[in-house]
């Protein structure tokens, strides 16, 4: 198979490599079984904010995680065409049951482009490298934004894996160059928690339509990749004045990005792996830049995050917040991952902590603020291929 496409479908398709197949072979195609087992032995702080009236002071203390079953079906043609799916049931330790990816996907292995559908995460445009715990606002697919939490960017509101939504990615590798555009219809409004953006409570007109076009360059164990993601649907969602009864429109999203990346020698004990990523969102009311940089030695992983969120029109019916506020974020984290478990070559265990400190420019006078605050965490994660 051409190496390009090999690497086209390394970071658009398989999200899980699995450690052992079950596989199956017919004149219909092939179809591939297998696991990954997941579970986490937390402690943690509570969520910070700048901005709370009741907050608990508690640590969390808990044990959490899933297993997923991976099925895979493949088939070719002898002019070069594909066409599969994906599907990734999720059953997590408190009794849900939930899916990770959902893909059926199709494209010609010869002229080297493919199409996805479905339930999937496009490039990844700001790579974390082998963190086994890091928490902030902006860590999952939807609920990313917590208002006084400080928000970490990374180009990911438009990469997928909504639960409000699916994708539509469309890509092609020509020479060592890959070019990816991702599009998601989704209930954009979900990305902030309870559904409020500056203290305001946001009302849905329609489905966002995110486009994230990304065009990456790969040489040797160097990659570079330049993307950018924008909302189309400018009055999806916003806030309904209480004075004026006027409708204000809130959904006015655009992002840009830069990562760059280099590979190790896989057979070299001593390679490196490393990761630097910048992105910034211009948006209504808001303007983010982060910045991360890490590296991977051996089996140990260090990172750090740099964040600043300048927010502004704050709801003044309801927030003290009455002025333009400064968020400063730095975050550091890391990870160890300890191989063989019992002499088994699919079992591991990683040793992940990260600490979080979220600092505002300057002081306002009231009861319920704190110029900064302090988030940290520890995990021993088990991890299990099958």
């Known amino acids: 198979m051409n190496k390009y496409l090999i690497f086209t479908l390394m970071i658009s398709f398989f999200p899980y490599p699995a450690f052992s197949l079950i596989m199956w072979d017919s004149t219909a195609g092939s179809i591939s079984l297998y696991g990954d087992v997941e579970f986490n032995i937390d402690a943690a702080s509570k969520d910070a904010k ?29 002019v070069g065409n594909f066409s599969g799916f994906s ?11 939930n899916v990770d990816d959902a893909i059926f996907f199709f494209g010609n292995e010869n002229t080297l482009w493919q199409a996805k559908l479905g339930r999937f995460e496009a490039y990844d445009m700001f790579p974390l490298g082998e963190n086994t715990f890091v928490e902030y606002s902006g860590n999952t697919g939807d609920s990313q934004y917590d208002d006084s939490s400080g928000y970490i960017y990374m180009l990911k509101e438009g990469r997928g894996r909504s639960s409000n939504g699916g994708n539509f990615l469309f890509n092609k590798s020509i020479g060592p160059w890959y070019l990816e ?22 009302k849905k007109n329609k489905n966002t339509i995110y486009t994230r076009p990304v065009i990456a360059l790969k040489q040797d164990k160097f990659a570079i990749a330049l993307g950018m993601e924008t909302n189309l649907v400018k009055n999806a969602y916003g806030y309904i004045d209480p004075v004026t009864n006027q409708f204000h429109k809130q959904s006015r999203r655009n992002g840009y990005g830069i990562t760059m990346s280099w590979f190790g020698n896989k057979n070299n004990l001593n390679k490196i792996d490393a990761n630097v990523s910048i992105a910034y969102l211009d948006a209504t009311g808001e303007n983010d830049f982060s910045a991360g940089a890490n590296a991977l030695w051996r089996e140990f992983t ?11 029109g704050y709801n003044p019916a309801t927030s003290p917040i009455n002025t333009n506020i400064k968020y400063k974020i730095n975050t550091i984290y890391t990870s160890y991952r300890i191989h063989n478990i019992m002499n088994m070559d699919n079992f591991n265990i990683h040793l992940g902590a990260y600490y979080s400190k979220l600092n505002r420019d300057h002081s306002l006078s009231h009861a319920g603020f704190n110029n900064n605050k302090n988030r940290y965490g520890l995990r021993v994660r088990f991890k299990y291929f099958f």
């Open 302 to 312: 260090l990172g750090y995050i740099y964040a600043n969120n300048d927010i502004s």
């Open 50 to 78: 700048i901005y709370t009236l009741n907050e608990k002071k508690n640590e969390r203390w808990e044990i959490n995680g899933r297993i997923l079953i991976g099925l895979d079906g493949l088939r070719k043609s002898q």
């Open 87 to 97: 599907v990734q049931p999720l059953a997590s330790l408190n009794g849900d049951m």
């Open 181 to 202: 555009l991702n599009t998601i219809a989704a209930d954009g409004s979900k990305i902030f928690v309870n559904d409020k953006y500056h203290d305001y409570l946001l």
